[in-house]
């Protein structure tokens, strides 16, 4: 017998005479907020994990004047990035399948997100149009990302049925809520692991692409 | 090295390792300091949702939904799995599980394996299997790192590092990564980890990574974490291997709605923890280019088979009932001697280990307080499940020699005579060990049990005897 077929047989002893029971889903799936209200959200929990999070009405001009106080002059960004989000004054890397290592000499990624959740300050990557793929918003140590006041969502359950498709698609997905941190050390969150150190979020009004 | 007592060498009885653990001061005033810090968190965050009970209420029921449903969301992941180009192995026990890392491990060409934290790679003592096939596992995790770069077992299941603080881990850091001018400032100790193990990812050929979840329907496998350790091994390594407890499958990708609430509040008392990973399969110029998804039993279809014990499996990892429980808090979580410590490890280890292997007095290392129960987001009746476990526990010891003297205590107090004689008898043989009206040592069986109690003594005459005395008179 192969170890699934054990495994499987194992189950079926088990679980001989057991029913499955109908999930009780009382939780709130629906936010009640308007879009101002889940915008002022988002801002102060992302902001309350230690992102940055900028209003824009141009996106160029933001994210140049972020770059240049950063220090970050050369950046990373998906091929397909909107040109209208492209920052002038720095070097824009296109991310044609760089080895980590190039992509470790970068000083920061430039990407737009799939949607955000307010209530949980989070924002979801699933590699569409302008977001690159997952190493590129990983490995630079700083992370700028665009985000359209009308993808930002209020609860997690409406988080993840924006994400639904992709996930059936088979499209890997990320969340990032804040920049990367760790509570290993006495339970205190403390911000600045592996992943981006910083992360700004800019949010405009117009869909980039 | 990190080999686990509890499933190699000889089971340890948690009383004697708890005595030891209780008289290290500086463990307990860290574990408490975490303790406190985490509880308030996670107290402040659930009670953000209005609606927290109705989530537990969910998690606890698409669980148990899930569980009930193994035999076809197992099937359906692993097609789905596999459609999107990974290959799905399935692993009976421990062994089996560390034959097929290995074996990828070495086909992929690796010598040195990054590894995520990871309960169950922990659990069926993967760095062992592997450092004795010749291949070097690195821990990324924070506290795992610390962990191995001290050669100790973790002792949490979420921050395995819990018992050091921080000038621990900064002579620690000084002398393991020669970085003698490090402070113990948190944020040095993080930036020294990134700094040490930055070349390990960019030339991460293999990497290893335990699963919070995968959803059936999807093939979706979901990793959730904090430092981004998780995300490097994740995307960056060719060959990704993940060992997962066939447990963790749930149905439907909404069922991620819940968790994903459920989990962070309760174990980090984050709203949501910095990075989650969610992957299917391989995709093509995203990540890495093979994925192995490890299906493991190792016990799991036991508790299954025990309708009573099954909700066990339920369980999410989030360590909210050790951070609540009162003896943990006295211990630490090495006193436990098993990979999963606290309320949780004392009804998953004997689930999971059978009726070998597994000292049989953890179930007892609780006062049954109901803390545990109290915090537990899918609503795992621990207590109730302490006390099925240590009616296991008694029934398979009644052959000994307790079960003897409770049979014959039973036949004594059942006829008067024989329980006057024995009082009578009592009272000779106690003589050389009472001092001021108490019996104040033991012998035999009783002598561990009383070295730190006494008993009234039997006294020179009944209430029965002076009735009769007086009546005489
Ligand atoms: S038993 Fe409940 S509280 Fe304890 S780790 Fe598991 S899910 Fe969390």
Redesign the interface.
């Known amino acids: 017998m192969?170890?699934?077929e054990?495994?499987?047989r194992?189950?079926?002893?088990?679980?001989a005479g057991?029913?499955?029971?109908?999930?009780?889903?009382?939780?709130?799936?629906a936010g009640e907020l308007d879009r101002d209200g889940r915008v002022a959200l988002f801002r102060r929990?992302v902001e309350d994990?230690g992102g940055v999070v900028l209003e824009s009405a141009a996106p160029g001009e933001t994210i140049a004047a972020v770059l240049a106080e950063r220090g970050a002059r050369r950046i990373g960004v998906s091929p397909d990035l909107d040109e209208a989000l492209l920052p002038v004054g720095v070097e824009v890397v296109a991310d044609d399948?760089l080895t980590?290592?190039q992509l470790?000499a970068l000083d920061g990624a430039l990407t737009t997100c799939a949607a955000a959740?307010a209530?949980?300050?989070?924002i979801a990557l699933d590699?569409g149009p302008g977001q690159g793929?997952?190493?590129l918003t990983?490995?630079p140590d700083l992370h700028v990302c665009v985000v359209r006041r009308d993808d930002v969502v209020e609860t997690?359950?409406e988080?993840?049925?924006r994400l639904?498709a992709s996930?059936?698609a088979?499209?890997?997905?990320?969340?990032?809520?804040?920049?990367?941190?760790?509570?290993?050390?006495?339970?205190?969150?403390?911000?600045?692991?592996?992943?981006?150190r910083r992360l700004v979020v800019v949010l405009v009004d117009r869909p980039p692409a | 090295m990190r080999e686990l007592a509890a499933r190699s060498a000889r089971p340890v009885a948690f009383p004697s390792a708890a005595e030891a653990a209780v008289t290290d001061e500086q463990t307990r005033t860290n574990v408490r300091l975490a303790q406190d810090t985490i509880r308030a968190r996670r107290v402040a965050v659930a009670a953000e949702l209005d609606d927290w009970e109705a989530l537990r209420d969910a998690g606890a029921a698409l669980r148990d939904r899930s569980l009930s449903r193994l035999r076809d969301l197992l099937p359906l992941l692993e097609d789905r799995v596999t459609r999107s180009g990974g290959v799905v192995h399935w692993a009976r026990d421990a062994e089996e599980a560390n034959e097929i890392v290995v074996r990828v491990a070495r086909a992929a060409g690796a010598r040195e394996v990054l590894k995520v934290k990871s309960l169950t790679t922990d659990e069926i003592g993967l760095n062992a299997a592997l450092e004795r096939a010749g291949l070097r596992p690195l821990e990324t995790d924070l506290a795992e790192l610390v962990c191995q770069l001290a050669d100790e077992r973790p002792s949490h299941l979420l921050v395995p590092a819990i018992h050091k603080n921080r000038t621990e881990i900064r002579d620690l850091f000084r002398e393991r990564l020669g970085l003698e001018e490090l402070t113990d400032e948190p944020r040095e100790l993080a930036e020294a980890a990134r700094a040490h193990l930055r070349a390990a990812f960019l030339r991460a050929k293999v990497a290893i990574s335990g699963a919070n979840a995968a959803v059936a329907e999807t093939g979706t496998v979901c990793v959730v974490e904090s430092e981004g350790n998780g995300r490097m091994c994740t995307t960056l390594a060719d060959t990704l291997i993940t060992v997962m407890g066939i447990e963790k499958v749930v149905a439907e990708w909404r069922d991620l709605e819940v968790l994903l609430q459920l989990l962070p509040r309760s174990a980090t008392g984050e709203r949501m923890n910095p990075y989650t990973s969610l992957w299917t399969g391989v995709r093509e110029g995203d990540g890495p280019r093979a994925f192995h998804l490890v299906l493991l039993d190792a016990g799991r279809t036991r508790a299954l088979a025990d309708p009573v014990a099954r909700p066990v499996l339920r369980c999410i990892r989030c360590s909210a009932c050790i951070n609540a429980c009162p003896v943990y808090r006295q211990t630490g979580g090495h006193a436990y001697h098993t990979v999963y410590a606290g309320p949780i490890g004392a009804i998953l280890e004997p689930q999971l280990a059978g009726p070998r292997g597994q000292p049989g007095s953890l179930p007892f290392a609780s006062s049954l307080c109901g803390a545990c129960a109290d915090v537990c987001p899918v609503r795992i009746d621990i207590p109730g499940l302490l006390v099925h476990e240590r009616g296991r526990v008694v029934r398979s010891e009644r052959q000994g020699l307790e079960g003897a003297s409770l049979r014959l205590l039973g036949r004594v107090f059942a006829s008067r005579e024989r329980y006057e004689r024995a009082q009578r008898l009592a009272r000779r043989l106690q003589r050389p060990a009472v001092r001021e009206g108490r019996v104040r040592w033991f012998v035999g069986p009783l002598a561990g049990w009383g070295s730190s109690r006494e008993l009234p003594a039997v006294p020179p005459q009944t209430f029965r005897e002076w009735w009769a005395d007086r009546d005489r008179a």
């Open positions: 192969t170890a699934r054990e495994i499987l194992r189950i079926n002893v088990a679980l057991a029913t499955a029971q109908p999930v009780p889903r009382a939780y709130r799936v929990r994990y399948r980590p290592r470790d959740c209530e949980t300050g989070t590699g793929r997952r190493a990983l490995v997690v359950p988080l993840l049925a639904e996930a059936r088979g499209r890997p997905i990320v969340l990032v809520s804040g920049p990367s941190a760790t509570s290993d050390i006495e339970l205190t969150r403390v911000e600045g692991v592996h992943g981006p």
